[in-house]
């Protein structure tokens, strides 16, 4: 399904995110954090409008939460209500078990 604004290469970024998330579900940040503390120390250098593009499409499908800071800033995080989806489905999909 094609949508304006989502690549396959912005799905990959979304995945990231989401995997990332699985292991911090407490993790919250802004655009410019998520590229540099969730991907980039992961090894993985994306450039920020696809990093912004995966989470307002993250969010857009009630996986994750956006919030205004006090700085004016967007701040993501996990929607804790999709959390256990999000574990059985990565489980689930897992090329360990």
């Known amino acids: 399904m094609d949508r ?11 995945w990231l995110i989401l995997g990332y998330l699985c292991s911090h579900p407490d993790a ?4 410019a ?11 993985i250098d994306i ?7 995966a989470l307002d499409y ?5 996986w994750l ?3 205004m800071s006090g700085s004016g800033c967007t701040v993501y995080g996990l ?7 999000l574990q ?3 489980q689930g999909h897992s090329i360990l078990h």
């Open 4 to 14: 304006p604004g989502v690549s396959e290469n912005n799905n990959v970024v979304a």
């Open 28 to 31: 919250k940040d802004t655009v």
């Open 33 to 43: 954090g998520v590229g540099k503390w969730w991907l980039r120390t992961e090894g």
């Open 47 to 53: 450039d920020m409008r696809r990093v912004r593009s």
């Open 58 to 62: 993250l969010v857009e499908w009630g």
């Open 65 to 67: 939460t956006s919030m």
């Open 79 to 85: 929607n804790k209500e999709r959390q256990p989806t």
């Open 88 to 90: 059985q489905f990565l």
